[in-house]
């Protein structure tokens, strides 16, 4: 897949929603946490960082339960037909059936599954798995270009076992003629201003894609000296789009490893989601719930 297929398919999932109403078709695009822990700790990170006010409990979503989430979709017609995704706050290679879990997925019919991951566990054994497995794409998130930094950054020297890990994938997608796109991306702070052509230089060659993202730290605790080390800018109400409908609440659905649909990957509380399907598991019960309702309701009211 090309650079520029790559971003028009992140342009349509993100930009591109034509039922801004509060009783949307089923979502064409499904996220499902396969499970909520990571091996390392971004200090940005409001999940897993030192400054995350609510951090997820550790919990796995078992395969039988993933297997008839997708089936139950499927079964609806339309969830999930754009895309189906499997991450949410924790690394996906953390998950022991990765691989069967993308084989299912395909399997049963879905046209495109991707994952996002730091890369630190994407050994070659694992990363030959879940690509011969059929995965269409997986994003890299990597902010730093030295093991020093990085490690302050992630919290983890595994700087080097990343850019390994990425070369290897790189090498096997062209051996075996594969098609997956591939990406980076990267949250740029004060810390690291100045390092996307180095960025380029080091990853450019082995993923299509890469995207530079201005740290956000108003979902953190507002340490001072943190602040003052990493904050780019105050994200204050100049820095708002008041007129921005956030397309998720009507064209994509997220399920976490407790299975509580949830708002989307941005707003990940154990105390905020939208439905149960521990007590009704009803996918399509839970797209037209109450509170999905309401939710939509709130974007509508605030743009007018």
Not at 63 to 76: H, P, Y
Request: glycine share 4%; charged share 25%.
């Amino acid at each position: 897949m090309s650079e520029s297929t790559m971003r028009q398919h992140m342009n349509d999932r993100f930009g591109k929603v034509f039922h801004y109403t509060e009783n949307p078709p089923l979502p064409r695009s499904l996220n499902i946490e396969l499970n909520s822990s990571c091996n390392q700790s971004c200090i940005f990170c409001p999940f897993h960082g030192k400054y995350a006010i609510n951090p997820p409990k550790p919990s796995v979503m078992d395969f039988e339960t993933v297997k008839r989430i997708l089936d139950s979709a499927k079964n609806l017609g339309g969830m999930g037909e754009k895309e189906v995704g499997f991450y949410l706050s924790g690394e996906a290679f953390l998950y022991k059936k990765l691989a069967e879990v993308i084989a299912y997925a395909k399997k049963v019919g879905y046209e495109y599954t991707f994952l996002t991951t730091n890369g630190a566990l994407a050994f070659p054994e694992q990363m030959k798995a879940v690509l011969d497995a059929g995965l269409d794409s997986i994003r890299f998130s990597i902010n730093a270009v030295d093991r020093e930094t990085y490690k302050e950054i992630h919290g983890k020297d595994d700087f080097d076992d990343v850019l390994s890990n990425i070369k290897f994938m790189h090498h096997y997608i062209q051996e075996k003629n594969l098609k997956v796109a591939t990406s980076l991306s990267c949250v740029i702070t004060k810390k690291t201003l100045g390092i996307q052509d180095k960025v380029k230089r080091i990853f450019g060659e082995y993923v299509e894609d890469i995207l530079f993202i201005p740290v956000i730290v108003n979902r953190l605790l507002p340490d001072k000296k943190f602040l003052e080390e990493y904050r780019l800018f105050d994200e204050g109400e100049d820095k708002i789009n008041k007129n921005y409908i956030c397309p998720m609440l009507f064209d994509t659905m997220y399920i976490n490893a407790d299975l509580k649909v949830m708002p989307c990957c941005d707003a990940y509380d154990s105390n905020t989601f939208f439905y149960d399907l521990n007590e009704d598991f009803n996918l399509e019960h839970a797209w037209t719930s109450d509170l999905y309702k309401r939710y939509r309701d709130i974007f509508f009211e605030k743009c007018g």
